[in-house]
């Protein structure tokens, strides 16, 4: 005997005590999917038999049951199930998640369950137990079903029991193995010109009847239509409509998930007592005029439609009133509730119509969610759903979302068919496009981040406090934030000699490493600037869903400048991509681009004037007056030489630290003084350039320079091959003479840049760079070879990590991900970087 | 660091004696700070002169403690030339007989007040030199204090932090010492100085016979006292350098000592805490959001009235929820009252759906700190997810600022706020937020008021239309 279970179901075994159920779960499930009442008995009470503990081992039944049940699991319940308070329970907790309760009745003859319960050392309640179980489950047989279980199947005997086969039931909203492509259309109202227009428009051939009606349509790439719901009520000619679509279903050509005013024409249709309002007595009128036949046709075609349909491997939803993370796949009437009226508040708005709750500003679904029922104006993402409803019937226009292209394609509509009870996209303060509002539960806590390119990455939740604030108190507003640069970590220290950090050591490693040719670029002294570009203002409110024309924001998300400051540096950067001619050779209207922004006083000087200029003034007058006084003792015959010698040498130290910080430092005055160096086009449109190779992106520099001759400034650069000697000596010379002529120092890049598990980037600073980062005294030979005792794996780990967060956030953000889905990562990246790490590395 | 002591008592070279010091010997003393070097640059009859050079290894200094050594600022500073309270401590060790004013050899002298001149080429000072006239001139020196440039070659940017510190008069040696010995960190207010249970005691000792008729005496234990920190902040310093910031913490450019209240003997912190409990009371709150609640002030008010049965206090810095758990003493409180108050960390720009359904939630002194711009995200956090039947809102007047004498015009009383409002920008923005997410507001006055400026705070009630 074939027992359908369908695949969210909730599996309630009734039998009396000694019928078999644990076998026959043992049998048919896997051990994780069965909850025996017995087990939980002993996990609470050491005993599996002690009934005091039953209350207790339920709870903790049902807890478990429950995040099985979350998690859309099969769950199998191994109890006697024979009373119907617990079937109760069992039932409403089926309900709470959406999946439907399935019972399987055990019948078994009561001499043969008192048979094994002998058999069995522990079980040494008499045969009444038995006999009283039988009674309660007589009782029961005939009224599970009215109980609620969707499915009751009722082995009678060993037999039947034996030969049971438990056969897995798909149900009728998943459509995963359908993987498209799609073309998701919005709420047509009986708008039937408009419908084949649309389709026209969207590339099917329409079959006509003798009477040169539409009957059907097809693609000639077998693209599938799927409708929203909605197809009838208010418009011309709903029965036309209805034949078009049914004759597309049935062919074939389209998938159609319910709208309430079908749910509710079918009503109707059966004569039931409804409210004839909201354009439905155009439809019984039009639908009157047609055969008795085609009416039945109708009411059969509505009754029989899906309120949801999972597509596409669960990657596509498409409900008529959209439909939370939670319900995707599961059936109950919740579901079916929600997919057709969406979920409301309670209130009423001016207009006396329900205050819809606007679930989409809180959806973390991974699938796409396609949705009709409420009018918009426009067509938006919202954290990857879509209201397909333009409100063609009142003068709006027909919309359907290409997928997986998501391209929208609209056809206006012919007239204004139905007057609306309140104007289009009603002032919703909150809703409408992208929230500018991003949920807590998006960022704190434990967080698994998935990568692309180096998979799952852990951000611990002390880490993400203490981004929370950072982000919370300092950062722009999460639309402009995309990306945070990684970390970099230094080059291979150097094991003797004067220096701490020496190109050798970088170009051994890559080599090491397999990379032969690496990029060397000048690193900058200024502070790492990320500047996200639109070509004009009517970007940013479409693409990002915030008004103003870009951003510029340092490696913590703080913005760089005051508004106005940052919108002359951003029309300066914006006239010169567009003399480079970068729109149209990008084939974007905006950009991201990762600069370092000069002086490193325009934005640090805080931190040079409070810190290092303040360290300097100290010394400076510290170190001399001590060198004078030891001078004098010496003078007086006191052995100071020692302390003379080491004081004297401070005194120099002092001096380069102080020269060191000074080449940072240059007065500006509006931009008057600030130079950008953009290194890396980040991101445009829809592509991620982490894959050029980074002359690619210096030969782009190279063009905003030559287009913004003052504000730009070049990166010098050299190509090395490390394998062969010759081209690392003349690197290790570029870099001696770049650092001795007061140059920080440089990167070192594989010049294909991204490749897998390999550093973007190792720094080399120069020798007096340094002594602002390890202080003065660093180069004294004492304190040299304390300080190569460095450990750079944690740096090297980290920066692997921020870096593929980075890429990660970008790919999502051109994949057109919800914010939420880039702020995470970008979030992540600011969160490692409050990891307790060395910060001279 | 360094700092050099002189007399022209007669015999000069008795200074060897008071200091226990040989004058033709270089000394050296291993102290916690750093090594002492003690020698004398000029030794005869006419003038003696002593100096202390403390030695400091400053990457010897941080590797001993990793836990908190993850700022730069741990690495390059200015320890190894500022004679603050390092130098202090090396003193106090070094010439620690002197200090007492023990001198087996010439009992009288120690005794005895000589001319003394003294110099500290880099003494630290975070109030500019007048701080140095104040805190050593009632003692009976004469003071000379040279602020130091920051950079001449960037003379923009004004003077340093450090003194080239001279003071002169006719003191005992011990009590000059012990002056050095409390006054240098107290000029000094800098982190490095880690203020332990027992330096009370020692101030109590050093001060003995000073201290107590100094003017500036509650400055003086306040300073030499007030450096721990509230709590830790390392993770926060490390992301505000990365940016080339400091980690300056926000201060209150108004101490309340400062705000206008002579007729009030209330601190106005006080007053508008006052203020927002009784708005509570009015709207009968009992289950309350502390949006903000930093360390707990107003906590601490709510739970010691029964009425209010449900508080929650958040921040978006996990120090200061830390800060406010010590303040509130949770771990001790009775059960009963311990479930009534709950922390969590939260954010005013990101939505917490945890946070819906309460009676009312309090902003206190909460906006002005949020970047205009994102002044939207607050709007929808508070009024639209967690949308709490009343929400409490206080603010400063920036038009009151003016009746401050110690707020320089045009400045904001607090580094860390973004904007003050005028009472016309208070409401304009109040009313705006009414009206597009469903709530009506009333306005109240706060603290001392004026006639022409208004209130010094300014309190704003909103209540949702269907719960008013």
Known sequence: MDLPIPDMSLVVLIGASGSGKSTFARKHFAPTQVLSSDYFRGLVSDDENDQSASADAFDALHYIAGKRLSAGKVTVIDATNVQREPREQLIKLAREHHVLPVAIVLDIPEAVCVRRNAERPDRDFGAHVVKRHRAELRRALGSLQREGFRKVHVLRGESEVDEARIVPERLNNDLRDQTGPFDVIGDIHGCRAELEELLGELGYAITRDDQGRSVGARHPEGRRAVFVGDLVDRGPDTPGVLRLVMG????????AVCGNHEQKLVRAMRGRKVTVAHGLAESLAQLGEESDEYRARVEAFCDGLISHYRLDGGNLVVAHAGLPQAYHGRASGRVRSFALYGDTTGETDEYGLPVRYPWANDYRGRAMVLYGHTPVVDPEWVNGTMCLDTGCVFGGKLTALRYPERETVSVKAHQVWYEPTRPLAPPDPFGGREPSTLAL???VGKRVVDTGTMGQITVRGEQAASALEVMSRFAVDPRWLLYLPPTMAPTPTRADGELLEHPTEAFADFRSRGVREVLCEEKHMGSRAVVLLTRDESVAPARFGIDGDGAVHTRTGRPFFDEDLTGRLLTRVRAAATEAGLWAELDTDWMLLDAELMPWSAKASA??????????AAAGVALPAAADALAEAAGRGVDVADLLARTRSRETNATDFRAAYRRYCWPTDGLDGVRLAPFQILAAQATVFHDRPHTWHLTIADRLRAADPDLFAVTRNLVVDTEDAGSVGAGVRWWTELTEAGGEGMVVKPAANHLPKTQPGVKVRGREYLRIIYGPDYTEPANLSRLRDRNLGHKRSLALREYALGLEGLARLTRGE?????????FAVLALESEPVDPRL | MLLTLTTNHTPATDLGYLLFKHPGKAQAFSTASGTAHVFYPRADEDECTAALLLEVDPIALVRGRRNDAFTLGQYVNDRPYAAGSMLAVALSSVFRTAMIGRCDQRPGLAATPIPLRIRVPAAPCWAGPDMAERLFAPLGWRVDARPVPLDTEFPEWGDSRYLDLRIEGELKLSDALKHLYVLLPVMDGAKHYWVGEDEIEKLLRAGDGWLSGHPERDLISLRYLAHRRGYQRTALDRLAELDGG??????????????????????????????VLDA???????????????????????????????IVGCDVSAGALDAAQRRLRLD?????????????????????????????????????????????????????????????????????????????????????????????????????????CGYTVRYAPVGPEDPVHGPSTQLAVFSRKEAA
């Open chain 2, 246 to 275: 400091t980690e300056a913490e926000p201060v209150d450019v108004l101490p309340e000592a400062a705000v206008l209240a002579e007729d009030k003997p209330e601190p106005l912190s006080a007053t508008r805490r006052r203020a």
């Open chain 1, 441 to 443: 539960s998006d960022v």
């Open chain 2, 332 to 436: 001790q409180l009775p059960d009963r009252a311990r479930d009534r108050v709950a922390l969590r960390q939260s954010s005013v720009t990101y939505t917490d759906p945890a946070l819906a359904g309460y009676d009312a939630a309090v902003l206190m002194e909460v906006v002005e700190h949020v970047d205009a711009s994102r002044l939207p995200a607050l709007e929808r956090a508070v009024f639209g997810t967690a949308n709490p039947r009343h929400v409490i809102v206080t603010t400063p007047n920036a038009e009151y600022n003016v009746l401050y004498p110690n707020l320089p015009a045009g400045k904001m009383r607090h580094t860390d706020h973004r904007f003050e409002w005028t009472r016309a920008r208070f409401q304009d923005w109040a009313q705006g937020v009414a009206d597009r």
């Open chain 1, 607 to 616: 931190l040079i004037t409070d810190q290092y200029a303040a360290v300097g």
């Open chain 2, 280 to 310: 509570l009371r009015e709207v009968r709150a009992h289950r309350v959001l502390d949006l903000g609640c930093g360390g707990g002030a107003l906590l601490r008010d709510l739970l010691a009235d029964p009425t209010f049965t449900e």
């Open chain 1, 248 to 255: 597309m279903v049935e062919a074939g050509d389209a998938l």
């Open chain 1, 818 to 826: 919800p914010l939420w889905r880039v702020h995470e990562c970008v």
